[in-house]
């Protein structure tokens, strides 16, 4: 029988904390990014008898079910769970929650399970401790964080209407929403369930009535720029999936009687083109060539929304990094396997933002009803791509000697590699800047770290 136990210092009340935890979206926050489990049903509590079934990949490279049971559910103090059938032997997790002052709280897991295959020994044990001290390494620095952003802008309960909640940063911010107590409804293309919106931009249809009375729409449906060759048919899609929705989405807005007081779209800084060396910020013109056209018409779709009384942000954002996809999750294999390197020579500069950073932009978004227009949602390290190439490498402990060259990247990708791979975006975030945004996370080496679960090894 193995044990575990880690624990850390809140400083926020008890019953603050416990409550976070059972709010729906706490368990995706506290989900590794380096390793994540898929949520494949959840009856949306932790009271006794709940039950939540995950797919996973913890033992072998064969994916696998875990479903657990939560028992001894006792407010605001503790709750267990309990694994029915997975990986382990036996696995039982008790959550504690103990004040120690009216706004200190002491947060405490103990796990006892048992391996499934008890010969491995101190080979097996060594592992599951060492799994265990980075994932709750990583769980304490979120919920930390997360609480503080939560503190620092305390909206009231909000209802935000989500497009693109099903994808690598909707799914991020849905859950981040959720547990500060906002309610969410995602607008989905197909089969919508209790609290979704429907709309179909391909047939210019949309359930406006659902928008009724919201009080914020966050819009970051598109289709992957980066994903494919550009071709006629490649283009089209990219344009129909921001343009013809943003019109959709915004002529259902602006027919309400009560429209949201904001309107957040998610852009690119992609708008500025290939711009060398230039520093760039908000104010900067849009640069030349399909992607900062397509940006450009995306934003003026959106900013009619204006007439209705809305607050209209662009949000131009960098390349986010996560590990569970985006630029990030295509990289990962390569320099774990020791055969990354540069897109070309490396020269071009990279905006990016850390997954969390950008969810905590949005919050302070929503928050300051001053800021309007474009904001870029990039870190404010500048770094080249042979910059951020060489900190992911020496963070896995992998050499990087295989870059690809432009020629190679030109025959494999066309357009989309002189647009999206080789163009140099050097942004400053100066509209965040101004309105006093605090990153959790503004240096690369400290953003990979966190995300990849590295951060014991700074």
Not at 132 to 150: G, K
Not at 266 to 280: K, M, N, P, Q
Not at 305 to 327: E, K, N, Q, T, Y
Request: charged letters at 20%; hydrophobic letters at 40%; proline letters at 6%.
């Amino acid at each position: 029988m193995g044990t575990f136990r880690a624990a850390h210092d809140f400083s926020h009340s008890q019953a603050a904390l416990f409550h976070w935890h059972e709010r729906p979206g706490a368990f995706q926050r506290l989900n590794p990014p380096w390793n994540p489990a898929q949520v494949i049903h959840s009856d949306g509590h932790i009271r006794d008898g709940a039950r939540i079934r995950l797919k996973i990949q913890p033992l072998s490279p064969f994916a696998t079910t875990w479903e657990l049971e939560h028992q001894n559910y006792n407010p605001p103090h503790q709750f267990q769970d309990r694994q029915i059938h997975g990986p382990f032997a036996s696995w039982e997790h008790t959550h504690r929650f103990e004040s120690i002052a009216p706004s200190l709280c002491r947060v405490t897991d103990d796990i006892a399970y048992r391996l499934p295959l008890e010969p491995l020994g101190a080979i097996g044990e060594s592992h599951v401790q060492t799994q265990l001290s980075r994932l709750f390494a990583y769980r304490y620095r979120v919920l930390e964080s997360d609480l503080a952003i939560h503190s620092r802008y305390p909206l009231p309960p909000l209802r935000i209407a989500i497009s693109g909640a099903s994808g690598l940063v909707g799914s991020a911010l849905s859950s981040f929403l959720t547990t500060a107590g906002h309610s969410v409804s995602p607008i989905v293309r197909t089969n919508p369930r209790d609290g979704q919106i429907f709309w179909s931009p391909r047939d210019g249809v949309i359930d406006a009535k659902a928008l009724e009375g919201m009080d914020a729409v966050i819009h970051l449906a598109g289709e992957n720029i980066a994903s494919g060759r550009w071709t006629a048919k490649k283009k089209e899609a990219i344009e129909a999936s921001r343009i013809a929705s943003s019109e959709l989405l915004v002529q259902a807005l602006r027919r309400l009687k009560n429209p949201p007081k904001t309107l957040i779209s998610a852009s690119a800084v992609g708008f500025y083109g290939d711009r060398g060396d230039e520093l760039l910020t908000e104010e900067s013109s849009r640069g030349n060539g399909f992607l900062p056209q397509t940006a450009e018409r995306w934003e003026q779709a959106c900013l009619k929304a204006s007439a209705c009384g809305c607050r209209v942000v662009m949000a131009r954002f960098g390349v986010v990094l996560d590990p569970r996809g985006g630029a990030l999750g295509k990289m990962l294999p390569a320099f774990r396997m020791g055969v990354g390197g540069t897109l070309g020579r490396g020269e071009q500069w990279m905006s990016w933002i850390a997954v969390d950073d950008l969810l905590y932009a949005v919050a302070h978004l929503l928050h300051c009803s001053d800021v309007r227009g474009a904001v870029n949602l990039c870190s404010p390290e500048l770094v080249t791509n042979r910059q951020f190439t060489q900190t992911l490498a020496t963070l896995l402990g992998r050499p990087a000697f295989f870059p690809l060259p432009k020629v190679a990247l030109r025959a494999l990708f066309g357009e989309m590699a002189d647009s999206a791979l080789l163009a140099s975006t050097r942004v400053v975030p100066k509209k965040l800047e101004d309105s006093a945004f605090h990153w959790c996370y503004p240096a690369l080496k400290e953003a990979l770290s966190h995300l990849l679960g590295l951060r014991e090894k700074d």
